[in-house]
Protein backbone atom coordinates (compact mmCIF):
# COMPACT_ATOMS: atom_id res chain seq x y z
CA UNK A 1 0.00 0.00 0.00
CA UNK A 2 1.30 3.06 -0.89
CA UNK A 3 1.31 6.67 1.03
CA UNK A 4 0.25 9.17 -1.47
CA UNK A 5 -0.22 13.02 -0.75
CA UNK A 6 -0.95 15.62 -3.34
CA UNK A 7 -2.21 19.22 -2.98
CA UNK A 8 -3.37 22.15 -5.58
CA UNK A 9 -3.09 25.84 -4.62
CA UNK A 10 -6.36 27.84 -3.93
CA UNK A 11 -5.93 30.46 -6.30
CA UNK A 12 -8.65 29.59 -8.86
CA UNK A 13 -10.81 26.98 -10.18
CA UNK A 14 -10.31 23.71 -11.40
CA UNK A 15 -9.12 23.41 -15.32
CA UNK A 16 -8.85 20.09 -17.21
CA UNK A 17 -4.73 20.26 -16.14
CA UNK A 18 -5.22 19.72 -12.61
CA UNK A 19 -8.05 16.97 -13.20
CA UNK A 20 -5.77 15.38 -16.41
CA UNK A 21 -2.62 16.03 -14.71
CA UNK A 22 -3.35 15.13 -11.41
CA UNK A 23 -6.72 14.78 -9.77
CA UNK A 24 -8.03 11.76 -11.80
CA UNK A 25 -4.68 9.85 -10.99
CA UNK A 26 -5.41 10.86 -7.12
CA UNK A 27 -8.86 9.58 -7.46
CA UNK A 28 -7.91 6.35 -8.77
CA UNK A 29 -5.19 5.65 -5.93
CA UNK A 30 -8.26 6.41 -3.00
CA UNK A 31 -9.49 2.94 -2.92
CA UNK A 32 -6.37 1.39 -2.17
CA UNK A 33 -3.93 3.22 -1.05
CA UNK A 34 -4.16 5.74 2.43
CA UNK A 35 -4.59 8.75 0.84
CA UNK A 36 -4.48 12.82 1.45
CA UNK A 37 -4.95 15.60 -0.54
CA UNK A 38 -5.18 18.91 0.80
CA UNK A 39 -6.03 22.63 -0.66
CA UNK A 40 -2.62 24.48 -0.73
CA UNK A 41 -3.72 27.99 0.93
CA UNK A 42 -0.32 28.87 2.38
CA UNK A 43 1.30 28.23 -0.75
CA UNK A 44 -1.09 30.64 -2.63
CA UNK A 45 -0.47 34.03 -0.89
CA UNK A 46 3.28 33.45 -2.26
CA UNK A 47 1.43 34.72 -5.29
CA UNK A 48 -1.63 36.48 -4.05
CA UNK A 49 -0.14 37.35 -0.45
CA UNK A 50 -3.97 40.03 -0.04
CA UNK A 51 -6.44 37.91 -1.47
CA UNK A 52 -10.02 39.09 -2.00
CA UNK A 53 -11.49 36.22 -0.94
CA UNK A 54 -9.56 33.74 0.18
CA UNK A 55 -12.19 31.40 2.19
CA UNK A 56 -14.27 31.54 -0.56
CA UNK A 57 -11.54 30.86 -3.06
CA UNK A 58 -10.79 27.36 -0.65
CA UNK A 59 -14.18 26.43 -0.13
CA UNK A 60 -14.43 26.57 -4.16
CA UNK A 61 -12.00 24.06 -4.34
CA UNK A 62 -12.92 21.89 -1.84
CA UNK A 63 -16.48 21.84 -3.64
CA UNK A 64 -14.44 20.86 -6.85
CA UNK A 65 -12.55 18.43 -5.44
CA UNK A 66 -15.25 16.85 -3.79
CA UNK A 67 -16.99 17.13 -7.19
CA UNK A 68 -14.79 15.56 -9.08
CA UNK A 69 -14.91 12.43 -7.43
CA UNK A 70 -12.43 12.35 -4.57
CA UNK A 71 -14.37 10.57 -1.63
CA UNK A 72 -14.14 11.69 2.22
CA UNK A 73 -15.17 8.52 3.31
CA UNK A 74 -11.74 6.99 1.57
CA UNK A 75 -9.03 9.57 1.23
CA UNK A 76 -8.22 12.58 3.96
CA UNK A 77 -9.14 15.54 2.10
CA UNK A 78 -8.19 18.77 4.42
CA UNK A 79 -7.39 22.51 4.36
CA UNK A 80 -3.24 22.96 4.16
CA UNK A 81 -3.75 25.65 7.12
CA UNK A 82 -5.85 23.97 9.02
CA UNK A 83 -2.77 22.05 9.61
CA UNK A 84 -0.23 24.18 11.52
CA UNK A 85 2.29 21.12 11.85
CA UNK A 86 2.93 22.13 8.51
CA UNK A 87 4.20 25.01 8.64
CA UNK A 88 6.75 23.73 11.46
CA UNK A 89 8.20 21.33 9.43
CA UNK A 90 8.67 23.93 6.94
CA UNK A 91 10.31 25.60 9.26
CA UNK A 92 12.60 23.16 10.22
CA UNK A 93 13.29 21.88 6.34
CA UNK A 94 14.32 25.73 5.91
CA UNK A 95 17.04 24.79 7.80
CA UNK A 96 18.52 22.69 5.10
CA UNK A 97 17.52 23.99 2.15
CA UNK A 98 20.35 26.13 0.65
CA UNK A 99 19.16 29.59 -1.07
CA UNK A 100 21.34 28.77 -4.35
CA UNK A 101 19.66 25.85 -4.69
CA UNK A 102 16.42 27.34 -4.29
CA UNK A 103 17.00 30.25 -6.51
CA UNK A 104 17.72 27.56 -9.25
CA UNK A 105 14.53 26.40 -9.56
CA UNK A 106 13.08 26.91 -12.79
CA UNK A 107 9.53 27.92 -11.48
CA UNK A 108 10.89 30.93 -9.54
CA UNK A 109 12.70 31.64 -11.73
CA UNK A 110 9.69 31.95 -13.67
CA UNK A 111 8.22 33.93 -11.17
CA UNK A 112 10.52 36.60 -10.39
CA UNK A 113 10.16 37.42 -14.46
CA UNK A 114 6.62 37.36 -14.33
CA UNK A 115 6.20 39.20 -11.22
CA UNK A 116 9.66 41.14 -10.24
CA UNK A 117 7.94 43.53 -7.61
CA UNK A 118 6.49 40.47 -5.28
CA UNK A 119 10.12 38.54 -4.97
CA UNK A 120 9.33 37.19 -1.85
CA UNK A 121 10.90 34.48 0.65
CA UNK A 122 8.00 32.63 0.79
CA UNK A 123 8.29 32.73 -3.33
CA UNK A 124 11.90 30.90 -2.79
CA UNK A 125 10.98 28.27 0.06
CA UNK A 126 8.18 27.40 -2.23
CA UNK A 127 9.25 23.87 -3.05
CA UNK A 128 10.28 23.77 0.58
CA UNK A 129 6.86 24.01 1.99
CA UNK A 130 5.65 21.99 -0.77
CA UNK A 131 8.15 18.67 0.66
CA UNK A 132 7.02 19.83 4.37
CA UNK A 133 3.39 19.01 2.76
CA UNK A 134 4.26 15.64 1.26
CA UNK A 135 7.18 14.53 4.07
CA UNK A 136 5.17 15.00 6.45
CA UNK A 137 2.56 12.20 5.99
CA UNK A 138 5.97 10.51 4.60
CA UNK A 139 4.43 9.80 1.09
CA UNK A 140 5.55 7.15 -1.02
CA UNK A 141 3.61 8.06 -4.15
CA UNK A 142 3.07 12.05 -5.61
CA UNK A 143 0.30 12.08 -8.39
CA UNK A 144 1.06 15.68 -10.09
CA UNK A 145 1.45 17.09 -13.50
CA UNK A 146 4.90 17.29 -15.07
CA UNK A 147 5.26 21.15 -14.37
CA UNK A 148 5.73 19.70 -10.87
CA UNK A 149 8.36 17.29 -11.33
CA UNK A 150 11.74 19.51 -9.79
CA UNK A 151 9.87 20.51 -6.93
CA UNK A 152 8.94 16.89 -6.43
CA UNK A 153 12.90 16.33 -6.72
CA UNK A 154 13.50 19.09 -4.62
CA UNK A 155 11.46 17.35 -1.69
CA UNK A 156 13.53 14.12 -2.36
CA UNK A 157 15.97 16.01 -2.20
CA UNK A 158 15.27 17.65 1.54
CA UNK A 159 14.07 14.12 2.52
CA UNK A 160 17.32 12.41 1.79
CA UNK A 161 19.40 15.33 3.09
CA UNK A 162 17.33 15.22 6.56
CA UNK A 163 17.94 11.17 6.85
CA UNK A 164 21.90 11.77 5.95
CA UNK A 165 22.27 15.47 8.49
CA UNK A 166 20.70 13.43 11.59
CA UNK A 167 21.56 9.97 10.43
CA UNK A 168 18.23 8.28 10.62
CA UNK A 169 16.13 6.20 7.68
CA UNK A 170 12.90 8.57 8.87
CA UNK A 171 11.50 10.14 5.36
CA UNK A 172 11.01 8.27 2.48
CA UNK A 173 11.69 9.36 -0.92
CA UNK A 174 8.73 10.27 -2.73
CA UNK A 175 8.10 9.80 -6.03
CA UNK A 176 6.20 11.63 -8.82
CA UNK A 177 3.22 9.32 -10.03
CA UNK A 178 0.99 8.94 -13.02
CA UNK A 179 -0.45 5.87 -13.82
CA UNK A 180 0.82 6.26 -17.56
CA UNK A 181 4.54 5.55 -18.31
CA UNK A 182 5.18 9.61 -17.44
CA UNK A 183 3.75 13.24 -16.12
CA UNK A 184 1.36 14.35 -18.56
CA UNK A 185 1.19 17.97 -19.91
CA UNK A 186 -1.81 19.35 -20.76
CA UNK A 187 -1.10 22.14 -23.01
CA UNK A 188 -3.79 25.12 -23.60
CA UNK A 189 -5.65 26.32 -26.29
CA UNK A 190 -3.64 29.31 -27.51
CA UNK A 191 -1.19 27.26 -28.98
CA UNK A 192 1.78 27.13 -27.36
CA UNK A 193 2.67 26.27 -23.52
CA UNK A 194 0.92 24.74 -20.40
CA UNK A 195 -3.03 25.44 -19.51
CA UNK A 196 -2.54 27.10 -16.56
CA UNK A 197 -4.65 29.33 -14.34
CA UNK A 198 -1.86 32.16 -14.26
CA UNK A 199 -1.79 31.41 -18.26
CA UNK A 200 -5.25 32.44 -18.49
CA UNK A 201 -5.95 29.70 -20.88
CA UNK A 202 -7.75 27.41 -18.92
CA UNK A 203 -11.10 25.18 -19.58
CA UNK A 204 -12.81 24.70 -16.47
CA UNK A 205 -14.02 22.08 -14.88
CA UNK A 206 -17.37 25.02 -13.92
CA UNK A 207 -17.23 26.08 -17.29
CA UNK A 208 -21.20 25.72 -18.80
CA UNK A 209 -20.89 24.07 -22.70
CA UNK A 210 -21.48 27.46 -24.16
CA UNK A 211 -18.04 28.89 -22.49
CA UNK A 212 -16.18 25.23 -23.49
CA UNK A 213 -17.70 25.59 -27.17
CA UNK A 214 -16.24 29.40 -27.65
CA UNK A 215 -12.79 28.81 -26.22
CA UNK A 216 -12.39 25.61 -28.06
CA UNK A 217 -13.61 27.34 -31.04
CA UNK A 218 -11.48 30.08 -30.95
CA UNK A 219 -8.31 27.67 -30.31
CA UNK A 220 -5.06 28.81 -32.41
CA UNK A 221 -4.36 26.15 -35.37
CA UNK A 222 -2.65 26.77 -38.87
CA UNK A 223 -3.68 27.27 -41.85
CA UNK A 224 -3.87 23.70 -42.34
CA UNK A 225 -1.60 21.02 -43.99
CA UNK A 226 -0.87 21.16 -47.61
CA UNK A 227 1.53 18.41 -48.52
CA UNK A 228 0.29 14.97 -47.29
CA UNK A 229 1.50 13.34 -44.33
CA UNK A 230 3.38 16.94 -43.39
CA UNK A 231 4.52 17.03 -39.19
CA UNK A 232 1.63 18.49 -37.08
CA UNK A 233 2.18 21.76 -35.64
CA UNK A 234 2.39 22.35 -31.96
CA UNK A 235 -1.09 24.53 -31.84
CA UNK A 236 -2.62 21.77 -33.59
CA UNK A 237 -0.54 19.03 -32.21
CA UNK A 238 -2.32 20.44 -28.75
CA UNK A 239 -5.30 19.73 -30.08
CA UNK A 240 -5.15 16.32 -30.66
CA UNK A 241 -3.41 15.96 -27.09
CA UNK A 242 -6.29 17.30 -25.63
CA UNK A 243 -8.75 14.71 -27.52
CA UNK A 244 -6.17 11.52 -26.95
CA UNK A 245 -7.59 12.38 -23.72
CA UNK A 246 -11.03 13.23 -24.27
CA UNK A 247 -12.17 11.61 -27.47
CA UNK A 248 -12.55 8.23 -28.29
CA UNK A 249 -9.50 6.25 -30.03
CA UNK A 250 -11.18 5.69 -33.37
CA UNK A 251 -12.22 9.90 -32.97
CA UNK A 252 -8.57 10.77 -32.51
CA UNK A 253 -7.26 8.55 -35.91
CA UNK A 254 -10.44 9.92 -38.11
CA UNK A 255 -8.98 13.61 -37.66
CA UNK A 256 -5.33 12.86 -37.35
CA UNK A 257 -6.42 10.79 -40.74
CA UNK A 258 -8.22 13.96 -42.53
CA UNK A 259 -4.94 15.86 -40.93
CA UNK A 260 -2.37 13.08 -43.34
CA UNK A 261 -4.35 13.69 -45.93
CA UNK A 262 -4.84 17.27 -46.25
CA UNK A 263 -8.75 16.97 -45.90
CA UNK A 264 -9.19 18.36 -42.27
CA UNK A 265 -11.61 21.54 -41.47
CA UNK A 266 -10.53 22.58 -38.03
CA UNK A 267 -13.76 23.82 -37.66
CA UNK A 268 -15.43 19.85 -37.65
CA UNK A 269 -12.82 19.14 -35.20
CA UNK A 270 -12.84 21.93 -32.74
CA UNK A 271 -16.66 21.20 -32.60
CA UNK A 272 -16.21 17.22 -31.96
CA UNK A 273 -13.26 18.46 -29.10
CA UNK A 274 -15.56 20.92 -27.53
CA UNK A 275 -18.24 17.96 -27.35
CA UNK A 276 -16.56 15.51 -25.71
CA UNK A 277 -14.99 17.61 -23.40
CA UNK A 278 -18.36 18.77 -22.35
CA UNK A 279 -19.34 15.67 -22.01
CA UNK A 280 -16.87 14.96 -19.49
CA UNK A 281 -17.20 18.20 -17.48
CA UNK A 282 -20.59 18.45 -17.26
CA UNK A 283 -21.23 15.50 -14.62
CA UNK A 284 -18.62 17.18 -12.22
CA UNK A 285 -19.80 20.67 -13.07
CA UNK A 286 -23.30 19.78 -11.80
CA UNK A 287 -21.74 17.95 -8.47
CA UNK A 288 -19.87 21.02 -8.00
CA UNK A 289 -23.07 23.88 -8.52
CA UNK A 290 -24.85 21.20 -6.17
CA UNK A 291 -21.71 20.66 -3.49
CA UNK A 292 -21.07 24.04 -3.45
CA UNK A 293 -24.33 25.74 -1.59
CA UNK A 294 -23.98 22.57 0.74
CA UNK A 295 -21.79 24.40 3.77
CA UNK A 296 -23.36 21.84 5.97
CA UNK A 297 -21.07 19.25 4.08
CA UNK A 298 -18.55 20.81 3.41
CA UNK A 299 -18.09 21.98 7.17
CA UNK A 300 -18.10 17.92 8.02
CA UNK A 301 -15.74 17.11 5.33
CA UNK A 302 -13.16 19.36 6.50
CA UNK A 303 -13.77 19.08 9.82
CA UNK A 304 -12.87 14.93 9.11
CA UNK A 305 -9.83 16.21 7.33
CA UNK A 306 -8.40 18.31 9.81
CA UNK A 307 -8.57 15.65 12.31
CA UNK A 308 -7.10 13.09 10.41
CA UNK A 309 -4.83 15.02 8.74
CA UNK A 310 -3.21 16.38 12.14
CA UNK A 311 -3.19 13.12 14.03
CA UNK A 312 -0.96 12.18 11.00
CA UNK A 313 1.19 15.37 11.30
CA UNK A 314 1.52 15.30 15.09
CA UNK A 315 2.97 11.99 14.76
CA UNK A 316 5.70 13.32 12.42
CA UNK A 317 6.47 16.34 13.99
CA UNK A 318 6.75 14.77 17.45
CA UNK A 319 9.21 12.24 16.00
CA UNK A 320 11.16 14.87 13.65
CA UNK A 321 11.75 17.00 16.69
CA UNK A 322 12.81 13.91 18.70
CA UNK A 323 15.43 13.37 15.67
CA UNK A 324 17.00 16.39 16.08
CA UNK A 325 17.10 16.58 19.88
CA UNK A 326 14.61 19.00 21.11
CA UNK A 327 13.44 17.71 24.49
CA UNK A 328 10.48 18.94 27.57
CA UNK A 329 12.14 20.12 30.13
P1 LIG B 1 -1.23 23.67 -8.99
O1 LIG B 1 -2.25 24.21 -8.08
O2 LIG B 1 -0.61 24.58 -10.00
O3 LIG B 1 -1.80 22.45 -9.81
C1 LIG B 1 -2.37 21.33 -9.16
C2 LIG B 1 -2.02 20.07 -9.89
O4 LIG B 1 -2.42 20.15 -11.26
C3 LIG B 1 -1.32 19.84 -12.10
N1 LIG B 1 -1.39 20.64 -13.33
C4 LIG B 1 -1.21 20.14 -14.57
N2 LIG B 1 -0.95 18.89 -14.98
C5 LIG B 1 -0.84 18.70 -16.32
N3 LIG B 1 -0.99 19.70 -17.24
C6 LIG B 1 -1.25 20.97 -16.85
N4 LIG B 1 -1.43 21.91 -17.76
C7 LIG B 1 -1.36 21.23 -15.47
N5 LIG B 1 -1.62 22.35 -14.73
C8 LIG B 1 -1.61 21.97 -13.43
C9 LIG B 1 -0.09 20.20 -11.30
O5 LIG B 1 1.03 19.49 -11.76
C10 LIG B 1 -0.51 19.81 -9.91
O6 LIG B 1 -0.29 18.44 -9.71
N6 LIG B 1 2.77 23.36 -6.05
C11 LIG B 1 1.53 22.70 -6.42
C12 LIG B 1 0.58 22.54 -5.24
C13 LIG B 1 1.17 21.77 -4.12
C14 LIG B 1 1.44 20.37 -4.10
C15 LIG B 1 2.00 20.11 -2.81
C16 LIG B 1 1.26 19.34 -5.02
C17 LIG B 1 1.55 22.28 -2.92
N7 LIG B 1 2.04 21.27 -2.13
C18 LIG B 1 2.39 18.82 -2.47
C19 LIG B 1 1.66 18.06 -4.64
C20 LIG B 1 2.21 17.79 -3.38
C21 LIG B 1 0.85 23.56 -7.45
O7 LIG B 1 1.07 24.75 -7.55
O8 LIG B 1 -0.09 22.92 -8.18
Not at 152 to 159: D, G, I, N, P, V
Amino acid sequence: MERVVSGIRSTGNLHLGNYFGALKNFIKMQDENECFFFIADYHSLTTHPTPENLHGNVRQVLAEYLAAGIDPEKATIYVQSDVPEVAELYLLLNMNAYVGELERTTSFKDKVRKNPNNVNAGLLTYPVLMAADIIMHNATKVPVGKDQEQNLEMARKFARRFNNMYNVEYFNEPEPFNFGESLVKIPGLDGTGKMGKSEGNGIYLIDDPKVIKKKVMKAVTDSGPTVPNSPVTESVQNLFTIMEIVSTPDTLQYFKDKYASCEIRYGDLKKQLAEDIVKVTTPIREKILDLASNGEYLRKVVKLGEDKARESAAKTIKEVREIIGFKPF
